[in-house]
């Protein structure tokens, strides 16, 4: 896996992680121990580049749930984000994913993220989400 950090300026800077390769139990962990860098780093809005990705297992599910609590806990109000996954409206506003292939967006959907991850197909319409 080959992972690439870049920035975009939309409303509020937000840096996009760029992810190639599988996202499986071999690399699960350089993934999430590099956005932990950039969260500890200060980055408060994320965009996690999906499209060179083939295969997400489990572990990158987990890694991305990682990723979400971590933004989350920073942050956002605990009982705002209960009460908008209850009423199935919440997304969050500091985690957002970009194009994931076919088998990877069915990935994401059997496993609930997609309900409350944001998920873009282009670039800017994804910066401009944040």
């Known amino acids: 896996m080959e992972l690439a950090v870049t920035t975009e300026q939309g409303r509020v800077p937000v840096t996009v992680l760029h992810v190639k390769g599988n996202l499986d139990s071999t690399t699960f962990l350089t ?3 590099e956005a ?25 599910l987990r890694a991305l749930n990682h990723i979400y609590n971590l933004l989350r806990a920073k942050n956002e109000d605990q009982a705002t984000v209960t009460k908008g996954l209850v009423n199935g409206t919440y997304k969050s506003p500091h985690l957002k994913l970009l194009a994931p292939r076919p088998r990877v967006k069915d990935t994401l959907k059997m496993s609930g993220l997609d309900m409350f991850l944001d998920i873009r197909s282009d670039l800017k319409d994804a910066v401009a989400a944040f």
């Open 31 to 33: 993934f999430q121990n």
């Open 36 to 60: 932990e860098k950039l969260i500890s780093g200060g980055t408060q809005d994320l965009l996690v580049d999906l499209n060179e990705v083939p295969y997400m297992s489990s572990a990158g």
